[in-house]
């Protein structure tokens, strides 16, 4: 079975903090996903990274994809209260193969303002 | 374009009936997926379909029956209610481009079974 450990699990910070989530298997991945979701949404795609050593921006959060592919963090910089959400990984296995895509258990973030 | 659809929203159901979830996307994705979220647990894979006609079994299946009669619509059926089937179920559609499985999500139902 395989498996994407989330750390931490929960995370309560204040406004301005920097914070850094981790994804990780002992399995290699084809590409990785990161999702937030909103209480009461469904989760809401905001990157994905494909190469080993792959690093994206988007704002002020950065993703960065492990050399060996099995593992992913995101960091978030100056911390906002409107960053505040679950926060997702999910790994793909086999790329175009639907039914691979496994989810970690997630990182539920709290900024306070 | 409305994205991904489900109805209903909320739902209360006793033990032993059955019910139909139903799902509709407008992206013209090939794969469609159902997932439960539940406390601690993530999302889990029910049942998914690479197109039209095709399905198949996820992680958790068991007391879940799907078909894809259409590229639209992927409706998930219960068919004998259970308490340990309370929760907030997404369906997911998605297309495989060089990215992988990028999965856009409805915005969820929450399910009760007493």
């Known amino acids: 079975t395989q498996l994407l450990e989330q750390s931490p699990q929960f995370l309560s910070i204040q406004e301005g903090e920097n914070l850094t989530v981790y994804c990780n298997s002992s399995?290699?991945?084809?590409?990785l996903q990161w999702y937030r979701q909103e209480p009461g949404e469904g989760p809401v795609l905001l990157v994905t990274?494909?190469?080993?050593?792959e690093v994206k921006k988007l704002k002020r959060l950065t993703f960065q994809f492990g050399d060996a592919r099995k593992d992913s963090s995101l960091h978030i910089t100056a911390a906002q209260p409107g960053d505040t959400g679950l926060y997702l990984c999910a790994g793909d296995y086999q790329t175009g193969s639907q039914g691979n895509l496994i989810f970690g258990k997630g990182t539920k973030l709290s900024v306070k303002p | 374009n409305a994205g991904v659809t489900q109805t209903p929203k909320f739902q209360v159901l006793k033990t032993g009936q059955s019910m139909t979830l139903q799902c509709a996307q407008d992206m013209n994705h090939e794969y469609m997926s159902w997932y439960r979220q539940d406390p601690g647990m993530g999302l889990r894979l029910i049942h998914y379909s690479v197109g039209a006609g095709i399905t198949d079994q996820g992680e958790v299946p068991n007391g879940y029956n799907v078909s894809r009669s259409t590229t639209e619509d992927f409706p998930l059926r219960l068919l004998s209610a259970a308490p340990s089937q309370t929760s907030v179920y997404f369906c997911?559609?998605?297309?495989?481009?060089?990215?992988?499985?990028?999965?856009?999500f409805g915005p969820g139902t929450r399910l009760t079974v007493l």
């Open positions: 990274v494909v190469t080993g050593g």
């Open positions: 997911a559609s998605s297309y495989s481009g060089t990215s992988g499985n990028e999965q856009f």
């Open positions: 399995s290699v991945f084809s590409s």
